[in-house]
T-cell receptor, first 111, second 111 residues
């Protein structure tokens, strides 16, 4: 079983829509969680960290469910500029080789 | 503050040729990483260096070697390139459990 699994999509949504991505992780001892954004032909960049209580950054809301071992990202009022691939990332703890990346979910926002 | 830089940005090699991908970071990070990214496979760790003077294999190390030249620089060498090594290569760095920073990537084609 993969450490981190994501629905690859693609998700094609109209501007203004709300879209949600889920990600599951296999190791219950995982310690911290992140969403990264990767634009086409660019490097991944941190979008937001995910905290146990859930956290919001503008139109973006991230939530963590430790009992079910999944992380979600909700994007409200989608913009064309949100079109990108969103990577779920899990820190398993215990050394430098402890970050595990999902394969990413591709989002296209349509005018 | 340039972050993580990589050279070259693009490279075409013939099967059997060798080359070195260079990476440098100016954020005083302890750990550095080399990943490859292929369609549908996500980011796969090739090698990493937890700190200056140490290197370790990741998920897909075969066909590659690395050198942590100093705290700033971490190079990846392909001794005898194969078509299966056609990919996008990303270098990354971080300290602790905080954000991992990626370089802009090297697009390598092996013919």
């Amino acid at each position: 079983r993969k450490e981190v699994e994501q629905d690859p999509g693609p998700f094609n949504v109209p501007e203004g829509a709300t879209v949600a991505f889920n990600c599951t992780y296999s190791n219950s001892a995982s310690q911290s969680f992140f969403w990264y954004r990767q634009d086409c032909r660019k490097e991944p960049k941190l979008l937001m960290s995910v905290y146990s209580s859930g956290n919001e950054d503008g139109r973006f809301t991230a939530q963590l469910n430790r009992a079910s071992q999944y992380i979600s990202l909700l994007i409200r009022d989608s913009k064309l500029s949100d079109s990108a691939t969103y990577l779920c990332v899990v820190n398993r703890g215990g050394g430098a080789n402890n970050l595990f990346f999902g394969t990413g979910t591709r989002l296209t926002v349509i005018p | 503050n340039a972050g993580v830089t990589q050279t070259p940005k693009f490279q075409v090699l013939k099967t059997g040729q060798s080359m070195t991908l260079q990476c440098a970071q100016d954020m005083n990070h302890n750990s550095m990483y080399w990943y490859r990214q292929d369609p549908g496979m996500g980011l796969r760790l090739i090698y990493y260096s937890a700190s200056e003077g140490t290197t370790d294999k990741g998920e897909v190390p075969n066909g590659y070697n690395v050198s942590r030249l100093n705290k700033r620089e971490f190079s990846l060498r392909l001794e005898s390139a194969a078509p299966s090594q056609t990919s996008v290569y990303f270098c990354a760095s971080r300290t602790g459990v905080v954000e991992q920073y990626f370089g802009p990537g090297t697009r390598l084609t092996v013919t």
